[in-house]
């Protein structure tokens, strides 16, 4: 059964870079049908889509994001992380990681057919 | 590229059917079979309840059914349980400058 788990600082400053893992266990991060994904949500809002990348190191950023973000990939240790710099008060949120199912060959992301249990992010002083 | 539209809430008593609604444009959910709904319970990651507008992933309960019209996806909930009270998300592919968007989520309550 695949798992994945999130973990990093819970607590992080503005100003300064929130960066998180994410570690799969129960399957391989080098799947070829497969792109790696996070999603965040802040306390009582909607999910948004952050980002997702390819075992191979290619990614898919949202926009809104994307001047702010870098996602990365370790296949030797079965781990994906996310980098959000500059953050803000905004950026308080549950982040989630979760496989991407993909048609890889045209960049055609499909659905998170597995989650982590989240990690709650706070931006504060 | 905005979020995909999506009822507030939707409400209906045990047993009977709820719809609820998803509405993009032709660029995501009028474009392509790719919509995804997600139910998200209090405090827990959300799941995968139907992919590619009405495929069900193994385990999914039958009483859960998607269709598409058009730019409007829908997701459906028949005989409906007090378990089914969530937050229901969709999702779709884009060929906008964000490949992939989430609903703005409803909440559904079984009275």
């Known amino acids: 059964q695949l798992q994945l788990q999130e973990s990093g600082p819970g607590l992080v400053k503005p100003s300064e870079t929130l960066s998180l893992t994410c570690t799969v266990s129960g399957g391989s991060i080098s799947s070829s049908s497969y792109y790696w994904g996070w999603i965040r949500q802040p306390p009582g809002k909607g999910l948004e889509w952050i980002g997702s990348?390819?075992?191979?190191?290619?990614?898919y950023y949202n926009p809104s994001l994307k001047s702010r973000v870098t996602i990365s990939v370790d296949t030797s240790k079965n781990q994906f992380s996310l980098k959000l710099s500059s953050v803000t008060a905004a950026d308080t949120a549950v982040y989630y990681c979760?496989?991407?199912?993909?048609?890889?060959?045209?960049?055609?992301?499909?659905?998170?057919?597995?989650w982590g249990q989240g990690t709650l992010v706070t931006v504060s002083s | 590229q905005s979020a995909l539209t999506q009822p507030a809430s939707v409400s209906g008593s045990p047993g009977q059917s709820i719809t609820i609604s998803c509405t993009g444009t032709s660029s995501d959910v009028g474009g392509y079979n790719y919509v995804s709904w997600y139910q998200q319970h209090p405090g827990k990651a959300p799941k995968l309840m139907i992919y590619d507008v009405s495929n069900r992933p193994s385990g999914v309960s039958n009483r859960f059914s998607g269709s598409k019209s058009g730019n409007t996806a829908s997701l459906t909930i028949s005989g409906l349980q007090a378990e089914d009270e969530a937050d229901y998300y969709c999702s779709s592919y884009t060929s906008s400058s964000t490949p992939y968007v989430f609903g703005t989520g409803t909440k559904v309550t079984v009275l």
């Open positions: 979760a496989r991407h199912v993909a048609v890889v060959p045209a960049a055609i992301l499909l659905d998170f057919d597995y």
């Open positions: 990348i390819y075992y191979s190191g290619s990614t």
